[in-house]
């Protein structure tokens, strides 16, 4: 078992910066990837970031060039830096871990809430 624990997130004016970071504890050695996703109200979870052990990462296509995504394997620990914020970027952020082999468990954290005013 692997538990994630979110914290930051909060509200922001659209053009700023949040910073969400997710730490990692239980059963690190299993999981690979690690990343964000976000959902909006009425929509699906859908991908925002993410890294894999070895740093290859792969981002949602509306924020390519806004938001950077980083991990400390040494920490278990993986940040989402958000920026040039915009009111469509609202939402829950949920911090996810992937198992490196079948059946690929995804992990959640507990969510928390971004909010981007215009």
């Known amino acids: 078992q692997v538990q994630l624990v979110e914290s930051g997130g909060g509200l922001a004016q659209a053009g700023g910066s949040l910073r969400l970071s997710c730490a990692a504890s239980?059963?690190?050695?299993?999981?690979?990837?690690m990343g964000w996703y976000r959902q909006a109200l009425g929509s699906q979870r859908a991908l925002v970031a993410s890294?894999?052990?070895?740093?290859?990462?792969n981002f949602g296509r509306t924020v390519k060039g806004r938001f950077t995504i980083s991990r400390d394997n040494d920490k278990n620990t993986v940040d989402l830096q958000m920026n040039g914020l915009k009111p469509e970027d609202t939402g829950v952020y949920y911090c996810?871990?992937?198992?490196?082999?079948?059946?690929?468990?995804?992990?959640w954290g507990q969510g928390t809430q971004v909010t981007v005013s215009s």
């Open positions: 890294t894999t052990r070895d740093g290859q990462t």
């Open positions: 996810d871990a992937v198992g490196h082999s079948w059946p690929y468990t995804h992990y």
């Open positions: 239980g059963d690190i050695s299993s999981i690979n990837v």
